[in-house]
């Protein structure tokens, strides 16, 4: 399929498909809600993470959530992404807030990706990875700022480090050159962590059972196909586990 133009703020490249699994990267405004905010969604089955929709634009994050709440929930309630730094943090608490309940947590209590040096290496690594096997790709101007990627992300200072020194950095490039990046980088370390469906033709519906946990939803089926899939590892085992009884 060819590459199809930009026209922003929004567009679709597929529309929602039932049964099928969809994964959101949230790339947020930068400090302030000066910068351009982002996200990408992707189409995850067997063998191919497809690009079906594109957000970018100069937006306050209350907007900005609501815009991400809307379409998530359009994609069969797609697992949200959201990079926790800075903006971050207000948007995962509004979503939090208005009840969204798929949200990624990369640890405990940790809502959110953190970008630091080891976990951006480990996102470019899964994109460059994804763009060589999985990853097919729509949208005209994500294929151009690929191409001119260069590693701004990483180079990107806190507002913190700008205050110290008076003023922005001539290193660090307007973000709108790069945002549809930073998004796809949360898409794919998201489609990275999710169940295999085996094809797009065929899918079916997997049967979940929900455990609700305080603000916590675990699904047995998940359960089941992460740990068929599991690696043999000589960190855990699965031996039955000793029984305290008590009298």
Not at 123 to 147: F, G, K, N, P, R
Not at 149 to 175: F, Q, V, W
Request: charged letters at 30%.
């Amino acid at each position: 399929m060819p590459l199809r133009p930009w026209t922003p703020p929004y567009v679709e490249y597929a529309p929602p498909r039932p049964n099928s699994l969809y994964v959101m990267g949230v790339d947020p405004c930068g400090h302030a809600a000066r910068d351009h905010a982002a996200f990408q969604v992707l189409e995850v089955s067997d063998g191919e993470w497809r690009q079906v929709a594109v957000y970018a634009d100069h937006s306050e994050p209350l907007a900005f959530t609501k815009e991400v709440m809307t379409t998530a929930e359009r994609y069969n309630e797609a697992l949200v992404v959201v990079e926790s730094n800075g903006v971050g943090q207000s948007i995962l608490a509004l979503l939090r807030n208005w009840k969204y309940r798929r949200i990624y947590y990369e640890g405990v209590r940790r809502p959110g990706l953190t970008s630091t040096a080891q976990s951006l290496d480990r996102m470019t690594a899964i994109l460059i990875d994804s763009l060589l096997d999985e990853l097919v790709l729509h949208d005209e101007d994500t294929v151009e700022q690929l191409q001119s990627y260069r590693h701004d992300k990483r180079m990107e200072e806190s507002a913190h480090a700008e205050l110290i020194r008076g003023d922005p950095s001539t290193r660090r490039r307007e973000r709108h050159h790069w945002d549809k990046i930073s998004a796809l980088m949360m898409a794919t370390a998201g489609a990275r962590t999710m169940p295999i469906r085996k094809s797009r033709a065929g899918l079916q519906p997997i049967h979940e059972a929900p455990i609700h946990s305080g603000q916590y939803r675990f699904d047995e089926r998940t359960r089941e196909i992460a740990l068929a899939r599991r690696p043999p590892s000589r960190w855990y085992s699965d031996r039955p586990r000793a029984k305290l009884f008590l009298p």
